[in-house]
T-cell receptor, first 115, second 110 residues
Framework: EPEVTQTPSHQVTQMGQEVILRCVPISNHLYFYWYRQILGQKVEFLVSFYNNEISEKSEIFDDQFSVERPDGSNFTLKIRSTKLEDSAMYFC?????????????FGAGSRLTVL | QKEVEQNSGPLSVPEGAIASLNCTYSDRGSQSFFWYRQYSGKSPELIMFIYSNGDKEDGRFTAQLNKASQYVSLLIRDSQPSDSATYLCAVNTGGFKTIFGAGTRLFVKA
């Protein structure tokens, strides 16, 4: 079964450092997403990406965050100058289409711990 | 502010019983509705989706949608201990953003 792959599974970083989280979406999917889940809280939308550009972003996704599709397979989330409150599980997701039901397939997540 | 509300639980049911999970949403323009299951420390996985009023059945799971009441529910028949997880209701208004509820924890007692 096709799956979304995320690396690293866990990253520990110092406050103020830059972090890059990587994702390989399902190959025939066209829409890519980043969500985050702070421990014990709800899954929150960060950003969607389609046709090599951001299609929608939330108020959480400020100038500290950026996304990129550097090649034909990887999709990355960069967090500049990490803060303690960035500690969370970050989920990459992809979907085949947004027409009809936009079914998200999630990766296993990257747990970010900011010290 | 578009919201998806769920009772946090825990909802505890005996093995073999029917578990009923409920969700309300605030945006009347919402078009598709999802139930995801999330085991502790894992990512959400899709159980089923629905976008028409009424019931949709898939094995032991039935999703029910009432757009007039802005209400979605999930019934799990013959609940098993392996169904113990957090169930996330999610709503999409037709664009790129899917909004998740905080989830209902379900505990199925053997």
């Amino acid at each position: 079964e096709p799956e979304v792959t995320q690396t690293p599974s866990h990253q520990v970083t110092q406050m103020g450092q830059e972090v890059i989280l990587r994702c390989v979406p399902i190959s025939n999917h066209l829409y890519f997403y980043w969500y985050r889940q702070i421990l014990g809280q709800k899954v929150e939308f960060l950003v969607s990406f389609y046709n090599n550009e951001i299609s929608e972003k939330s108020e959480i996704f400020d100038d500290q965050f950026s996304v990129e599709r550097p090649d034909g397979s990887n999709f990355t989330l960069k967090i500049r100058s990490t803060k303690l409150e960035d500690s969370a599980m970050y989920f990459c997701a992809s979907s085949e289409s947004t027409r009809g039901a936009n079914v998200l397939t999630f990766g296993a997540g990257s747990r970010l711990t900011v010290l | 502010q578009k919201e998806v509300e769920q009772n946090s639980g825990p909802l505890s049911v005996p093995e073999g019983a029917i578990a009923s999970l409920n969700c309300t949403y605030s945006d009347r323009g919402s078009q598709s509705f999802f139930w995801y299951r999330q085991y502790s420390g894992k990512s959400p996985e899709l159980i089923m989706f629905i976008y028409s009023n009424g019931d949709k059945e898939d094995g032991r799971f039935t999703a029910q949608l009432n757009k007039a009441s802005q209400y979605v529910s999930l019934l799990i028949r013959d609940s098993q201990p392996s169904d113990s997880a957090t169930y996330l209701c999610a709503v999409n208004t037709g664009g790129f953003k899917t909004i998740f509820g905080a989830g209902t924890r379900l505990f199925v007692k053997a």
